[in-house]
């Protein structure tokens, strides 16, 4: 797609904004990204925008492009018609600090409440062994670069701020799976947590997450589906829990 | 107050999305599909007749356990009596159903299909939803639906019944074994697709393995879970084809029974 492209940006802050329109020259091969650095560089010096690797590999890119969220340097242009609009703004669940950048700072509260990795205390780093099938699971989730698009595109506190308080977003079911599935974990109860604290239960499976997860992480049937029968498991299945405090399975 | 991306300090933007795609176009297709079904299902389960074709029974009305089913439907007995209310008989359909039907309202991808296309919660990827208050499946009656299994459970029951009767389907309408209709291919699609709907699904990934932490303490239980894990990558697809092949196999039997059309047999 080269010549002339329609932009429309959203430009503001937390109290205030609007769309401006503008027409910018994009070349062959382009990606969005691109076209919004020429705009700052031709038209808009004072554009906030925020990057880092312009390779997919960062997630500072992520907003929201013709209303869908997107790391701004995987979309290609020619991804568009000739002659459409290209709608950009900053990510909608989160507040906005000054036009495409949002404060993604949620984020990083809900990582904290998370409780780390806990080997086994007679185990010195530099010492876990583990067999290629136990941490295969676990592994997928290891590629997430933190984007936080399937935290913004997820209705649970997208479409209701109250919300947030309880609800730590499919990005962390990922990591408490991660960590619950991990073969050297020794907290045995990140289920009863991501259930009672970290609002599993409010997660519908809509599956929104994965659709827009630029690792392809499968969010919901790999990591948030398999939590949720965990948590079956411990809380919602009298079989099972009455079979586990009897024979103290391993395991689950 | 202003919730969700109208919130303050969002930014202000007035639309509820600005996806310039037709997203609603999914959502609609299935409430379409489904709506469908749910209105063919109650009507059949109403009409309590032309669900029995020696040797053909329809999927909505097997097993028939009641005594008011049609003479040679019921190949479990009749444990159950006429129930009547209301001066109506209630339908031998209704004790069955429960079943499918509790395992499909159940299920991981239904739900996700009617919470986004009967519910609009959400509608569509970043398409904000009308509701005001959301607690997802935290509390009644929604948090009923970690009985899944249950359902689970139960479901496989009711596909060994299937099979068994896709298997007398070998008969001809005399009672003679090695024949093979039209109708004996009818009911073994649908047991088929009832078995892959099954076997894909998510309690079914959890259970034969999904719950273990160490897979390599279990390694015939880490295979099982590796080919359901392969299934469960379809299952939206047999969720689809197998309720088509429930209302198909209905339907082929209706016919049959009803003389619309004859059972060809090929031998
Ligand atoms: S599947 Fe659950 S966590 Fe993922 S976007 Fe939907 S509601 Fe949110
Ligand atoms: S899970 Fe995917 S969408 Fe979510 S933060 Fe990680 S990479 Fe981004
Ligand atoms: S700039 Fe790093 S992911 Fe886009
Ligand atoms: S039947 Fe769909 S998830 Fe169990």
């Known amino acids: ?252 | 107050m202003a919730t969700g991306v109208f919130s303050e300090g969002r930014a202000s933007i007035d639309k509820r999305t600005l996806r310039t795609d037709k997203w609603w176009l999914q959502p609609a297709a299935t409430f379409g599909v489904l709506l469908s079904f749910v209105i063919y299902s109650t009507f059949r389960a109403f009409e309590k007749n032309y669900y029995w074709a020696e040797p053909l029974i329809s999927p909505f009305y097997s097993p028939c356990i009641s005594t008011a089913c049609l003479d040679g439907a019921s190949h479990f007995g009749q444990p159950i009596g006429t129930l009547v209310v209301f001066g109506m008989v209630i339908s031998p359909a209704f004790f069955i159903l429960v079943v499918p039907l509790g395992f499909r309202l159940t299920c991981y991808y239904y739900r996700k299909s009617y919470y986004r296309s009967f519910w609009m919660s959400p509608p569509a990827c970043s398409v904000a939803e009308p509701h005001k208050k959301y607690t997802g499946e935290t509390r009644a009656p929604l948090i009923l639906q970690n009985g899944h299994r249950w359902f689970f459970y139960l479901g496989l029951v009711l596909n060994v019944i299937l099979t068994y009767d896709a298997v007398i389907a070998f008969r001809n309408a005399d009672g003679e074994w090695g024949h093979m209709s039209v109708g004996t291919l009818v009911l073994t699609l649908n047991a088929t697709l009832l078995w892959l709907y099954s076997l894909s699904c998510h309690t079914c990934r959890h259970t034969i393995g999904g719950r273990l932490r160490s897979f390599s303490k279990h390694p015939y239980r880490y295979k099982a879970w590796s080919f359901v894990s392969k299934l469960n990558g379809n299952h939206p697809l047999y969720a689809w084809i197998s309720l088509f092949g429930v209302a198909f196999a209905d339907i082929y039997v209706r016919m049959v029974a009803k003389g619309t059309i004859t059972n060809y047999y090929f031998f």
């Open chain 1, 1 to 252: 797609m080269a010549g002339k492209v329609n932009l429309r940006i959203w430009r503001g802050d937390s109290k205030s904004g609007d769309f401006k329109d503008v027409q910018v020259d994009a070349n062959e091969g382009e990606v969005v990204l691109d076209v919004i650095h020429r705009v700052q560089a031709t038209q808009m010096s004072d554009l906030a925008v925020r990057w880092n690797c312009k390779a997919g590999k960062c997630g500072s890119c992520s907003m929201e492009i013709n209303g869908k969220p997107r790391l701004a340097c995987m979309t290609r242009m020619n991804t568009f018609e000739e002659g459409e609009t290209i709608t950009v703004t900053p990510l909608r669940a989160f507040p906005v600090i000054r036009d495409l950048v949002a404060d993604v700072s949620f984020n990083y509260k809900k990582a904290m409440e998370v409780p780390s990795f806990e080997p086994p205390a007679d185990l010195a780093p530099g010492e876990y062994r583990m067999q290629q099938v136990d941490v295969e699971r676990s592994q997928e989730f290891r590629k997430c670069i933190e984007c936080f698009l399937c935290q913004n595109t997820c209705h649970v506190i997208r479409d209701h701020e109250e919300n947030k308080k309880s609800f730590a977003g499919p990005r962390f079911f990922i990591r408490m799976a991660e960590l619950d599935m991990h073969p050297l974990d020794t907290i045995r109860n990140r289920k009863q947590q991501a259930q009672e604290e970290h609002g599993l239960g409010m997660c519908n499976i809509t599956k929104c997450c994965t659709e827009v997860c630029p690792e392809h992480i499968k969010i919901t049937d790999n990591a948030i589906i398999p939590m949720k029968e965990r948590v079956v498991d411990v809380k919602y299945d009298p079989v099972r829990w009455l079979g586990s405090k009897i024979r103290k399975r391993e395991g689950i």
